[in-house]
């Protein structure tokens, strides 16, 4: 049962988030500074920092280098990110550099929001300094965040004038984000841009920002599963299953089929948009996140489970979630 409107939690999130502080920005110099990147690698005992990283020579630099940004009010290993990373290491096929901006993050979120692009600068000028003394290419790297690190990635990409392969933007951080806000992720970031969005209208937001956007059972709360625990984590449940669905792609590449659809067929939620009627519907379907072809544009729906593994491969019609 709902006990609050979508419109209405929305407005709670947000008059919140203004009521903890809305005063300038006047110096964050020492929180800036700890913002930290560290290489992950299943050879290594534990993380390390980029600025000391020296690669041995059974880490093969010529993977795809995966960049992982966490959110508001998180660490790098926070439940909302860490499933990535273990999926990335269990897989081992890829390199994995993780970012902890945790000493900003755990300021208010006004404050937070506010220093997006210091924040990104930051973590660019770290990964540029990185990619160039350790021979990587602009077209190896795949930038992904969650929430408020969702716009942070794509400021990343800014950084590097939008010439890194993808920029894939888990449930983008609503509040405080306008549709023309020029920190916000867009098309622009990368060479491809992916976004997912759980949580739209509330933690999130419904906004179209990449070449592809995808909306899992609508893309707004509650998501299949999360009715009560959304009450309860005040919409983290359904903010964090962005990530969840994204981290089981990367073991599960083809078990979250989803379909070509309009925006207002996706706030239906109509079933002309799933795989089981794609013969009949003549539309376009394709897995969603790590797989994902580069070359698809325009807006997706998939329908998901209520618990893992949370994709339902192509048989989504005859296994429709009961909310």
Known sequence: MDFFSRSEVFGIVLLFALAINTSAVLNYDKELQEV?????????????AVESFEPSPEIDLRRQLKVLIHGWNADRNHVSISPIRTAYLVQDAHNLL????????????????????????????????????????????????????????????????????????????????????????????????????????????????????????????????????????LHGCSHFRAPAFFAESIQLPNNFIACACSREEIYRKDEICLPDVRETSLRECVAMGESLDPGVRGTFYVRTSRVPPYGLGQHTKSSEPSV
């Open 98 to 233: 993780v970012v902890d901006w945790s000493k900003v993050a755990y300021l208010s979120y006004p404050t937070a929001r506010r220093l997006v692009l210091p924040i990104s600068n930051i973590i660019g000028n770290s990964l540029a300094k990185f990619i160039q003394r350790v021979g990587i290419e602009h077209s190896q790297v795949h930038v992904i965040g969650h929430s408020l690190g969702a716009h942070i990635a794509g400021n990343v990409g800014r950084y590097f004038k939008g010439e890194l392969s993808r920029v894939t933007a888990l449930d983008p951080a609503g509040p405080l984000f306008e549709f023309e806000s020029n920190d916000a992720v867009g098309p622009d970031v990368a060479q491809f841009v992916d976004v997912i969005h759980t949580d739209g209208l509330t933690l999130g937001e419904d906004i179209v920002r990449g070449h592809v956007d995808f909306f899992p059972n609508g893309g707004i709360a509650p998501q299949p599963g999360c009715e009560v625990l959304d009450i309860v984590t």
């Open 36 to 48: 930290k990147v560290y290489f992950f690698s299943p050879s290594l005992k534990h993380e390390e």
